[in-house]
């Protein structure tokens, strides 16, 4: 009670509700509850009718009820004590402790009221809630604004992406830099299709520059390596979940990328033992959830670390062939093909001829070889996965660069293969009717095909490399021995020399060590000259000739081969054509043999996956058989016309490699591959520029085919659409950047006019010296050269071609038109331009004359025949019609020629004059020479009708053209008149005999 006087709050004079509800919420808040309290109990008497400081009905119901449960139970208690009379003491005061409860429940209720009430937002007034609504409404739009331009920017840098792409190909480092900084950024944001670019960066970790190589190592330690985590153990799981995602779904060539960049995490310990223990967990299914591909992949990237460190498949070969050529092996064909891969890390890369310890071998018995030989000889009837051949290429690979004696364990694979063929087939025959051919599954077949291709590639690579090295390094071996007894032998005799003090041994002894050493150092390369002709001879002659399993095999393959109607199916045949290109590989007796099969088998095939395996078996071929194939090469070109792309891909890449590594020589044949620069499909079209590029680098290869890749593409037998034509021609001579090569080019092309026979091949060749930048040599050679191409002036195309160099050398645009050079290229290239002029002047007059003479020449063989058939119908009638004609042309001919006299001059009536002279002259003779009267004359009002173009000269040098332009035409036309004469002479003769 003192504390609640010493704390009492009074109502103060005219305050308001509102107020003293804050007042008590602020106490509330300070925790000073009698100021509360006090501050309540005086409201509640100063305005009693205010609700804030009371209970409202629907509260005091609930109190009501609360308080008859209480009367109920203190009845009952009632009842109870009615019993037990003893406790009535303690009854009431449990009553007396209910009522305090109850009212300090009510007075926190009422408090609890006040408070929210005070905190709770006011409701605004009508002004400030339209206010309010305003700027809610404001809100709506500045966010849906805000969504609507994210929407646009996203689609914005999703159409980029493939133009940001393209930039990772750039010859600018900087836009290569950029590129790669947008899609490491894009990939964080998680932008769709982000990963096109991750990956498309794969192919620049082989790039020569060193930014560029940091910066993709950079950005994929960003991506995939550093990972924000708590534990290693957690890291180390991210990190290799994240190195398989990007593995899964990879390409050839992004995992060879992916090679050289995880062997760069290696070596630069990014990548650790905890990784190679996830890793290692993955591939033998420990770890919970983990899937199938994930196996494959965890033994992929094992594969690719031993690259930095070889021990993780060395100390792991029991792992490796227990989980990856056991039983899941057996099931799961790509799973054993990637466990022998990992195996193949093993093998150096390199062997060395002066190692001192041999390369590592396992025996016939080894775990490794036995599976894998339960792999290929009962894999050969697992029908359902279709991987068993490239788990076959890598098995054979690992029993030919492991084991001993590779040769007898492979060829006893070969034969349990055909054992079980045979039992099979024997079971069948048991059970079928006898005397029908045996019948072998074609997928059995086809496997079995690969198996002896495959077995011969792998031998032939086994004799080559391996064997070789291993008797080069044998024999090193040798020398070094030899060389340290001499040595010591020498030391030895040098010290006895000493002994004795013999100056004439110790002068001696140098040169006959010299003498030992070059003998020694001949004996070593016969021994390796002998050592490759011992191969060669066991590849000719022993490995497909003779009683071997091989040669054996031979027939099935070249049976399937030329019977493509016996044996239709395409997996078939395009396992025994790779076979039969594989055998071809071993010897070149046997390659020259059946060559031509092969090449009608890529002719012939209708499949184009048959067509693109060989294209690049004949590449292999090439490179080791050139003299053999040579013959054939431009049927490898054809194969740039095919309609299947992968075809055209093939050979283009296949023709690339053969040239640029001068295996073939460039002939005119090249013009195919330049037609591939406007090929529809876009990687092709890429390939084409770059092999022009790489092409143009070697010294003046380019340039020597140059003219023939013109002539070639501008042969109308090619039928190249002549746009496609300057397209291809625009790339290939901006290759091109000598000056003395392009005035040279300048001179053959314009030689090259001379043997044209179509306006098509004028206007293609004239474009290309449009193309070319002039210097004042250029020009001089292309004046000189001015004869050759005179007389095509009157062609349009020509003329506008020609036009452009004058443009382009005004304007200063070429290489050496400059300075001093310019003034006398001006001068020259003005008085080229008037002899133009005055040719193409000359030329279209020429060129239009020609055009009327010969269509009158066919006019005139339409009258011809239709005056025989005339003729044939009537043979007088014809007669004397033919005699009438000829009176009245002659008549005609008369007054045109009086009407001629008066129109011309006095130069012209001396060659009349001789016409009159002849009128006492019989008939014929006259109507001859009215005739030829005649045409002369109508030709003269021809050639009035004719526009000729303004001359620059002008004056003089303009009459002179015309005067020559019209005695040619004359010529032409004195022609035809000669022509028409003998007709109508013949007319009159063979009317008059009828007559």
């Known amino acids: 009670e003192n504390e609640v006087e010493t704390e009492s709050e009074k109502v103060w004079e005219k305050a308001t509700v509102g107020e003293i509800c804050e007042r008590i919420s602020g106490f509330l808040e300070k925790n000073a509850f009698a100021k509360a309290l006090s501050l309540l109990k005086d409201a509640q008497t100063e305005i009693p009718e205010e609700i804030s400081f009371k209970l409202e009905e629907t509260e005091a119901m609930e109190e009501n009820a609360t308080d008859d449960k209480s009367d109920e139970e203190e009845n009952a208690t009632d009842d109870k004590s009615d019993e037990n009379d003893s406790d009535d003491e303690d009854t009431g005061a449990k009553k007396a402790h209910g009522k305090t409860q109850e009212e300090s429940q009510k007075l926190m209720k009422i408090f609890k009221k006040i408070f929210f009430t005070v905190k709770r937002t006011p409701e605004p007034s009508m002004s400030q809630s339209q206010n309010q609504s305003q700027e809610e409404l404001n809100k709506q739009r500045m966010l849906v604004q805000y969504l609507t331009d994210s929407v646009k920017f996203s689609k914005i840098i999703h159409k980029s992406l493939p133009i940001v792409a393209q930039l990772l190909g750039s010859k600018q480092s900087t836009d290569i830099l950029e590129a790669i900084d947008f899609f490491v950024s894009a990939f964080e944001f998680g932008v769709l299709n982000a990963m096109i670019g991750v990956r498309r960066m794969l192919a620049l970790i082989w790039s020569r520059e060193s930014t560029i190589k940091d910066a993709v190592v950079g950005a994929y330690k960003r991506l995939y390596i550093n990972v924000e985590s708590n534990s290693v153990r957690s890291a180390s799981a991210a990190i290799s979940q994240n190195l398989i995602a990007l593995i899964v779904g990879a390409t050839l060539g992004e995992l060879t990328s992916m090679e050289k960049l995880v062997s760069e995490f290696v070596a630069s310990k990014d990548i650790g033992k905890g990784v190679f223990t996830v890793l290692w967990e993955y591939f033998t299914g420990v770890l919970p959830g983990s899937r199938p591909e994930d196996a494959r992949a965890a033994i992929t990237l094992l594969g690719m670390c031993a690259l930095s460190e070889v021990s993780l498949i060395t100390s792991n070969i029991q792992v490796i062939v227990d989980h990856g050529l056991g039983e899941k092996g057996q099931l799961d064909f790509r799973l054993a093909q990637h466990a022998c891969q990992a195996l193949l890390r093993m093998v150096p890369t390199k062997l060395k001829q002066d190692d001192p310890n041999p390369p590592t071998k396992f025996e016939a018995e080894h775990q490794i070889f036995q599976q894998l030989e339960k792999l290929l000889v009962d894999g050969v009837e697992f029908k359902q996965d279709q991987h068993y051949m490239p788990m076959a290429k890598n098995a054979l690979m690992v029993i030919y660069q492991l084991g001993e004696s590779p040769d007898t364990f492979a060829s006893e694979i070969i034969k349990k293969v055909c054992l079980k063929i045979r039992s099979k087939q024997q079971a069948v025959v048991t059970v079928a009717p006898a005397g029908g051919d045996w019948k072998v599954d074609t997928y059995i077949l086809s496997r079995l095909c690969f198996l002896a291709g495959q077995v011969a590639l792998c031998q032939l690579n086994y004799l080559d490399v391996n064997v070789f090295n291993e008797l080069k390094r044998r024999n090193h071996m040798r020398e070094v021995k030899v060389e340290k007894d001499k040595k010591e032998k020498k030391d030895l005799e040098k010290k006895k020399a000493k ?47 003779g009683p071997t399993l091989l040669t054996a095999l031979t027939p099935v393959i070249l049976s399937i081969c030329s019977n493509p109607t016996k044996y239709p199916n395409s997996d078939l045949r395009a396992s025994a054509s790779l076979a039969l290109s594989k055998f071809m590989l071993v010897s070149s007796e046997f390659c020259d043999k059946h060559l031509q099969l092969l090449f009608t088998v890529l002719e012939k095939a209708t499949e184009p996956v048959i067509r693109a395996n060989l294209i690049i078996a004949l590449g292999d071929l090439s490179f080791r058989f050139p003299n053999t194939v040579e013959p054939w090469t431009p049927r490898m070109y054809a194969r740039l016309h095919d309609d299947s792309i992968s075809v055209r891909s093939n050979t283009l890449t296949v023709l690339t490699h053969l040239i640029l590594n001068d295996m073939i020589k460039v002939k005119g044949q090249i013009s195919d591959m330049a037609f591939c620069i406007v090929d529809e499909d876009s990687r092709i079209s890429g390939l084409a520029k770059l092999f022009f590029s790489e092409l143009s680098k070697k010294g003046n290869t380019l340039y020597n085919v140059m003219p023939d890749i013109v002539s070639r593409l501008s042969d109308p037998e090619k039928g190249i659409v002549e746009d496609n034509f300057r397209m291809i021609m625009k790339y290939i001579i901006g290759l091109i950047e000598k000056d003395k090569l392009l005035e040279s080019l300048v001179e053959k092309l314009c030689h090259r006019f001379r043997a044209t026979r179509t306006e098509r091949q004028w206007r293609d060749i004239a474009y290309c010296l449009s193309l070319f930048p002039y210097s004042d040599r250029s020009i001089k050679k292309l004046a000189d050269n ?210």
């Open 499 to 545: 002994s004795a003090l013999q100056r004439s041994t110790a002068l001696e002894t140098p040169r006959n060590a010299n003498q030992e050493e070059d003998d020694m150092s001949c004996v070593g390369a016969e021994a390796d000259d002998a050592e490759a002709e011992f191969i060669r001879h066991v590849c000719e002659k022993e490995i497909l000739f």
């Open 786 to 995: 001015f004869p050759c191409w005179s007389d095509k002036l009157h062609e349009d195309s020509v003329y506008d071609s020609i036009c452009v160099i004058f443009a382009g050398v005004k304007k200063g645009v070429g290489v050496a038109v400059g300075g001093a050079g310019r003034g006398e290229a001006k001068q020259l290239m003005e008085e080229l331009e008037t002899k133009v002029e005055e040719a193409r002047a000359k030329g279209v007059v020429d060129h239009t004359a020609e055009k009327n003479a010969q269509a009158a020449k066919d006019g005139k063989k339409k009258g011809k025949k239709g005056g025989e058939e005339g003729a044939r119908k009537g043979k007088r009638r014809s007669g004397e019609k033919g005699k009438k004609r000829v009176e009245s042309s002659d008549s005609e001919e008369e007054e045109e020629e009086e009407q001629d006299d008066a129109e011309t001059g006095p130069e012209e009536r001396t060659g009349k004059s001789v016409d009159e002279s002849d009128e006492e002259e019989p008939r014929g003779k006259r109507g001859k020479a009215g005739k030829r009267g005649k045409k002369i004359e109508s030709s003269d009002e021809e050639s009035e009708e004719v526009s000729v173009p303004e001359k620059r000269g002008g004056g003089k040098r303009g009459m002179e053209v015309e005067k020559s332009a019209k005695k040619g035409k004359k010529r032409v036309e004195e022609d035809q008149i000669d022509s028409e004469d003998d007709f109508q002479d013949k007319r009159v003769r063979r009317g008059g005999r009828k007559k």
